[in-house]
């Protein structure tokens, strides 16, 4: 796959305190995923189509820290009348916020 150019910055969090892991990237899709023992997530794939006839398959891996997280997100997106596809990788650092509890 090809690289797909320029990419947007939006806003993203992940929350977890036990149990399933839950990523959401600017208020809008939910990206289920699981945490292990040795803090590292992944993220099922999620695909998403849009109306400007592109394709979207994402996934987020990473690992947690008593800091925040570390991850790499991988999109995948095809142009669903040529098929075209490209790839973007992400390198995505987050800092910990507590809840105070």
Excluded at 28 to 34: A, C, F, L, Q, V
Excluded at 69 to 74: G, I, L, Q, S
Excluded at 82 to 99: D, E, I, P
Aim: with cysteine.
């Amino acid at each position: 796959m090809a690289g797909c150019g320029s990419f947007e910055t939006a806003a993203a969090q992940i929350i977890h305190s036990s149990g399933p892991l839950a990523a959401e990237f600017a208020g809008t899709y939910d990206y289920p995923g699981t945490v292990s023992a040795d803090s590292s997530f992944v993220t099922a794939p999620v695909t998403l189509t849009f109306d400007n006839g592109q394709r979207y398959r994402m996934t987020i891996a990473g690992k947690f820290s008593a800091l925040g997280f570390d991850a790499v997100v991988t999109l995948d997106r095809t142009t669903v009348a040529s098929g075209a596809t490209c790839r973007y990788k992400v390198h995505w650092t987050g800092t910990r916020v507590s809840s105070g509890t």
